[in-house]
């Protein structure tokens, strides 16, 4: 076996083999200015470590949880070990061939656990400097190994919960870029993640070898540049009294004169290449990149390059509002919080993208807010240089077939997994609860949620994915047609896709038929309220049928993200009403109308991939079927995650039922209202008194209904409003194309539903597929959130009404009976009347 690659093996690119930095350095290699190198790989650290595999368990099982003493065993073993006999001879070949032997190198440290999400080791493991000779990189090789068990590395791993002897590490053995006192070296940002400013590039300078800024023990110039242009921003210069140079077969640090040491370390020109290079780096991985640098002789190197993951939080409603258009409650968004960030990282690992160390979602008074400075830094990560012109799309193709064929795999993959996850769910549904105790009803709990996240893992992809494949389609539609019409044709392709919703939607429209057939309910219906009407369900009994069974399929739908809030099964009221503003349209043919569409889009479609050039029909024809298939696969693992939601209810209730009797609760589901760790705590044997988790109930549970009577704050922390043109209009996205006037109503949940009127324009903040009878009697939709992928935004495109989304404070800037004038395909609203 061959221990030692070159950055140009095309097995140098795999983190397991490579480690984070090796790798990442090989990819870079191709279109950057990177020293040449070679990388011992992690096969030579395992072949290493198995004569000592045994004295190192015995080692870590007798030092336990002391990882200082652990440590100090390990290394003294890993020190005192020889190299693979064949290491030594495979390295100096290496080095030899490229012309390493003689000069002066860098012998860093590549661990393969660098890129897990909140999990950088970043300078945990060492790095030697200014080595020469084959002897003194064999004992930096060895050191750096030692390194893996540094007691700080140890302990890293072990709050992680990552296994020491999972670990391994590769070495990068490269040339010295041999900056001088009078030239510079440092790190660079191509966004700026101190201040979380997305629009500038981030630079800190120091003269010698960067490795003074690396570790942040030195004084260092800094800068800031904007993205685009050439100004020259801001800088902010220090006194550098020393810097680090090559001394020998090693480092030193020398002492600068005064007027030296006060200089900056970059001139004006030099900012803008260390700053061009941060954004090629950027440019080249398809992510804002964490660089290190160094200028020699007039050049610029880049000595390594890593994902920025890290970035202060912004919190908005922008992301947040549709997903969570309402208050939560605290044990739902826990239950949820850790599943939805595991899938998150998940997906961006499928997709190519690095993890994300921080957090997406957060709950402040009870409304979850998103990180948008973290959409940015994700969003709009389709490869474009890949598809800028037809030239590009024809060059880019064997990497577009070799680089998303998970896509086409995923929707396969995920449709087999999900029988798994029913019978699951079926097992659950069906244990007995009377008969367990409080802890085993917690355990069946945790084992629903478990069985979820499980579950769950693949779907943020999903909606990714779908994303993307829009983003994707509509540019390849610009390439070829005037804005305006590649916007009709891409709303005509994706205008009809056979979705759960739209299925189900059919089913209650047959109900509403069903309806008619039966005046007297009919009457009964109209007169009164559903509630009460579901009480002479049985005197009708084809209708009741019917009914039962569609709730049977359908019943775990849900009202509201919150799993505190009824499914259709536990509120048929919210469905009977429903089938009630059905009923008042006329008989029409939908199945007539559903089939004119389809034959419209066949049309569209065949037009475009005709005018496609050949060699392209392909790619075009699989992302249109895929763009469709992504909307249809979104919708329905939406609707299968809420199969979740019946179960969890039950064992939640039973579990509250119980601390009822104790005098913990006031009420069974009460129990939404305490905290994961405190609920968990008390149902896992720690004593915690009854009189505490009931006055944590009960003042959570005032939070959250404070919450619910008030807006939440767009902006967190900011108290502003979205801003009215002067000609009274209001901006949005763009939903589903066309224009029309009305009167607006006001829909808060789904209680307003009997109140709304035929014809009316729609406001709301989100729309979920509970709301979809609403659709059939408005002419006009306009919500606060959301975008052209939402429910919303989907369903009004498949009935053929307009729609604009993401209106900021649309429910306070618009009254019920105003009129408006709407046009989806521009995102715009225009209040005719006050």
Same mark, same amino acid.
């Given at each position: 076996?061959?221990?030692?690659?070159?950055?140009?093996?095309?097995?140098?690119?795999?983190?397991?083999?490579?480690?984070?930095?090796?790798?990442?350095?090989?990819?870079?290699?191709?279109?950057?200015?990177?020293?040449?190198?070679?990388?011992?790989?992690?096969? $030579?650290?395992?072949?290493?470590?198995?004569?000592?595999?045994?004295?190192?368990?015995?080692?870590?099982?007798? /030092?336990?949880?002391?990882?200082?003493?652990?440590?100090?065993?390990?290394?003294?073993?890993?020190?005192?070990?020889?190299?693979?006999?064949?290491?030594?001879?495979?390295?100096?070949?290496?080095?030899?061939?490229?012309?390493?032997?003689?000069?002066?190198?860098?012998?860093?440290?590549?661990?393969?656990?660098?890129?897990?999400?909140?999990?950088?080791?970043?300078?945990?493991? %060492?790095?030697?400097?200014?080595?020469?000779?084959?002897?003194?990189?064999?004992?930096?090789?060895?050191? /750096?190994?030692?390194?893996?068990?540094?007691?700080?590395?140890?302990?890293?791993?072990?709050?992680?919960?990552?296994?020491?002897?999972?670990?391994?590490?590769?070495?990068?053995? #490269?040339?010295?870029?041999?900056?001088?006192?009078?030239?510079?070296?440092?790190?660079?940002?191509?966004?700026?993640?101190?201040?979380?400013?997305?629009?500038?590039?981030?630079?800190?300078?120091?003269?010698?070898?960067?490795?003074?800024?690396?570790? @942040?023990?030195?004084?260092?110039?800094?800068?800031?540049?904007?993205?685009?242009?050439?100004?020259?921003?801001?800088?902010?210069?220090?006194?550098?009294?020393?810097?680090?140079?090559?001394?020998?077969?090693?480092?030193?640090? =020398?002492?600068?004169?005064?007027?030296?040491?006060?200089?900056?370390?970059?001139?004006?020109?030099?900012?803008?290449?260390?700053?061009?290079?941060?954004?090629?780096?950027?440019?080249?991985?398809?992510?804002?990149?964490?660089?290190?640098?160094?200028?020699?002789?007039?050049?610029?190197?880049?000595?390594?390059?890593?994902?920025?993951?890290?970035?202060?939080?912004?919190?908005?409603?922008?992301?947040?509002?549709?997903?969570?258009?309402?208050?939560?409650?605290?044990?739902?968004?826990?239950? /949820?919080?850790?599943?939805?960030?595991?899938?998150?990282?998940?997906?961006?690992?499928?997709?190519?993208?690095?993890?994300?160390?921080?957090?997406?979602?957060?709950?402040?008074?009870?409304?979850?807010?998103?990180?948008?400075?973290?959409?940015?830094?994700?969003?709009?990560?389709?490869?474009?240089?890949?598809?800028?012109?037809?030239?590009?799309?024809?060059?880019?193709?064997?990497?577009?077939?070799?680089?998303?064929?998970?896509?086409?795999?995923?929707?396969?993959?995920?449709?087999?997994?999900?029988?798994?996850?029913?019978?699951?769910?079926?097992?659950?549904?069906?244990?007995?609860?009377?008969?367990?105790?409080?802890?085993?009803?917690? %355990?069946?709990?945790?084992?629903?949620?478990?069985?979820?996240?499980?579950?769950?893992?693949?779907?943020?992809?999903?909606?990714?994915?779908?994303?993307?494949?829009?983003?994707?389609?509509? #540019?390849?539609?610009?390439? $070829?047609?005037?804005?305006?019409?590649?916007?009709?044709?891409?709303?005509?392709?994706?205008?009809?896709?056979?979705?759960?919703? @739209?299925?189900?939607?059919?089913?209650?429209?047959?109900?509403?038929?069903?309806?008619?057939? %039966?005046?007297?309910?009919?009457?009964?219906?109209?007169?009164?309220?559903?509630?009460? =009407?579901?009480?002479?369900?049985?005197?009708?009994?084809?209708?009741?049928?019917?009914?039962?069974?569609?709730?049977?399929?359908?019943?775990?739908?849900?009202?509201?993200?919150?799993?505190?809030?009824?499914?259709? /099964?536990?509120?048929?009221?919210?469905?009977?009403?429903?089938?009630?503003?059905?009923?008042?349209?006329?008989?029409?043919?939908?199945?007539?109308?559903?089939?004119?569409?389809?034959?419209?889009?066949?049309?569209?479609?065949?037009?475009?991939?005709?005018?496609?050039?050949?060699?392209?029909?392909?790619?075009?024809?699989?992302?249109?079927?895929?763009?469709?298939?992504?909307?249809?696969?979104?919708?329905?693992?939406?609707?299968?995650?809420?199969?979740?939601?019946?179960?969890?209810?039950?064992?939640?209730?039973?579990?509250?039922?119980?601390?009822?009797?104790?005098?913990?609760?006031?009420?069974?589901?009460?129990?939404?209202?305490?905290?994961?760790?405190?609920?968990?705590?008390?149902?896992?044997?720690?004593?915690?008194?009854?009189?505490?988790?009931?006055?944590?109930?009960?003042?959570?549970?005032?939070?959250?209904?404070?919450?619910?009577?008030?807006?939440?704050?767009?902006?967190?922390?900011?108290?502003?409003?979205?801003?009215?043109?002067?000609?009274?209009?209001?901006?949005?996205?763009?939903?589903?194309?066309?224009?029309?006037?009305?009167?607006?109503?006001? =829909?808060?949940?789904?209680?307003?539903?009997?109140?709304?009127?035929? +014809?009316?324009?729609? =406001?709301?903040?989100?729309?979920?597929?509970?709301?979809?009878?609403?659709?059939?009697?408005?002419?006009?939709?306009?919500?606060?959130?959301? +975008?052209?992928?939402?429910?919303?935004?989907?369903?009004?495109?498949?009935?053929?009404?307009?729609?604009?989304?993401?209106?900021?404070?649309?429910?306070?800037?618009?009254?019920?009976?105003?009129?408006?004038?709407?046009?989806?395909?521009?995102?715009?609203?225009?209040?005719?009347?006050?």
């Amino acid at each position: 076996m061959n221990l030692v690659i070159g950055f140009d093996d095309p097995r140098a690119d795999a983190i397991d083999t490579s480690g984070g930095k090796g790798a990442s350095l090989a990819r870079a290699a191709r279109e950057l200015p990177v020293p040449d190198g070679v990388i011992v790989s992690s096969d $030579a650290y395992r072949r290493f470590m198995q004569p000592l595999a045994g004295a190192v368990s015995n080692a870590l099982a007798e /030092c336990g949880d002391d990882a200082g003493a652990a440590a100090q065993r390990v290394r003294e073993l890993v020190l005192a070990a020889p190299l693979p006999g064949e290491l030594a001879p495979q390295l100096e070949a290496a080095m030899q061939a490229r012309g390493l032997l003689q000069s002066r190198v860098a012998v860093r440290s590549s661990g393969t656990l660098e890129d897990l999400p909140g999990a950088a080791f970043a300078g945990q493991h %060492d790095t030697f400097l200014g080595l020469r000779g084959i002897d003194a990189v064999c004992d930096a090789l060895r050191r /750096c190994y030692a390194s893996l068990w540094n007691p700080h590395v140890m302990l890293y791993r072990q709050r992680l919960g990552l296994d020491h002897t999972g670990a391994a590490m590769a070495v990068v053995v #490269q040339a010295m870029v041999d900056v001088q006192a009078d030239e510079a070296a440092g790190v660079a940002f191509s966004i700026d993640p101190v201040r979380g400013d997305l629009s500038q590039v981030l630079v800190n300078a120091a003269f010698g070898l960067g490795e003074t800024v690396v570790a @942040g023990e030195s004084p260092v110039d800094e800068y800031r540049l904007p993205r685009e242009g050439d100004a020259s921003g801001e800088e902010s210069v220090t006194i550098k009294p020393q810097a680090l140079v090559a001394d020998g077969d090693g480092v030193a640090a =020398v002492t600068l004169d005064p007027a030296h040491a006060a200089r900056s370390a970059l001139d004006a020109a030099q900012r803008r290449d260390v700053a061009r290079l941060a954004l090629a780096a950027e440019h080249h991985f398809g992510f804002p990149q964490d660089i290190e640098w160094a200028f020699h002789d007039g050049r610029l190197f880049l000595l390594q390059s890593r994902p920025v993951t890290r970035i202060p939080a912004r919190w908005t409603r922008d992301e947040s509002a549709e997903r969570f258009p309402n208050p939560v409650t605290p044990l739902t968004w826990d239950l /949820c919080e850790a599943g939805f960030h595991a899938s998150l990282n998940y997906s961006f690992r499928l997709m190519g993208l690095p993890p994300f160390g921080e957090k997406w979602f957060a709950m402040h008074d009870y409304n979850i807010y998103g990180n948008q400075n973290a959409v940015e830094l994700y969003s709009g990560r389709l490869p474009v240089g890949m598809l800028k012109d037809v030239d590009s799309i024809r060059a880019a193709l064997p990497q577009i077939a070799r680089q998303f064929a998970w896509v086409q795999e995923l929707p396969v993959t995920w449709m087999r997994d999900l029988d798994t996850y029913l019978i699951g769910i079926g097992a659950l549904a069906s244990e007995q609860l009377d008969d367990k105790s409080l802890p085993e009803l917690w %355990d069946y709990v945790l084992r629903i949620n478990a069985l979820g996240a499980e579950y769950f893992l693949p779907n943020i992809a999903i909606s990714l994915t779908q994303r993307t494949l829009y983003a994707g389609l509509q #540019q390849m539609l610009r390439l $070829a047609l005037p804005a305006d019409r590649a916007q009709a044709v891409f709303d005509a392709l994706l205008a009809q896709t056979d979705t759960k919703t @739209g299925q189900i939607n059919a089913e209650l429209w047959q109900l509403s038929r069903l309806l008619l057939r %039966d005046p007297a309910l009919h009457d009964a219906l109209r007169g009164t309220d559903a509630r009460q =009407v579901l009480d002479v369900l049985p005197a009708h009994a084809e209708f009741e049928q019917a009914f039962r069974t569609f709730l049977q399929r359908h019943g775990h739908r849900e009202l509201d993200f919150d799993a505190y809030q009824p499914t259709w /099964c536990e509120a048929p009221h919210i469905v009977l009403e429903q089938i009630k503003l059905m009923a008042q349209r006329s008989d029409e043919d939908h199945a007539a109308q559903d089939n004119v569409r389809r034959m419209e889009q066949a049309g569209v479609e065949h037009a475009v991939l005709s005018q496609a050039p050949g060699e392209l029909r392909y790619l075009v024809q699989e992302v249109i079927r895929l763009a469709r298939a992504y909307t249809a696969l979104d919708d329905l693992e939406h609707y299968q995650t809420t199969r979740l939601t019946p179960p969890l209810r039950r064992g939640l209730r039973a579990v509250g039922e119980r601390l009822v009797a104790l005098g913990a609760l006031d009420a069974p589901m009460d129990v939404f209202f305490v905290p994961f760790e405190e609920l968990d705590a008390a149902l896992s044997g720690v004593e915690v008194p009854a009189g505490h988790i009931l006055e944590t109930a009960r003042r959570h549970k005032a939070g959250y209904e404070a919450a619910l009577a008030q807006a939440p704050q767009w902006n967190l922390g900011e108290d502003t409003v979205a801003p009215v043109e002067a000609d009274g209009v209001l901006r949005g996205l763009a939903g589903s194309p066309g224009t029309v006037e009305g009167e607006a109503f006001i =829909v808060r949940s789904p209680e307003d539903f009997p109140k709304f009127p035929s +014809g009316a324009i729609l =406001v709301a903040r989100t729309t979920s597929p509970a709301w979809t009878a609403l659709f059939y009697q408005a002419t006009g939709v306009i919500t606060e959130s959301g +975008g052209p992928l939402s429910h919303g935004a989907v369903t009004a495109r498949e009935l053929g009404i307009p729609a604009v989304m993401s209106v900021r404070d649309a429910m306070e800037r618009i009254a019920s009976g105003q009129r408006v004038r709407i046009d989806g395909r521009n995102g715009v609203i225009e209040l005719l009347t006050s």
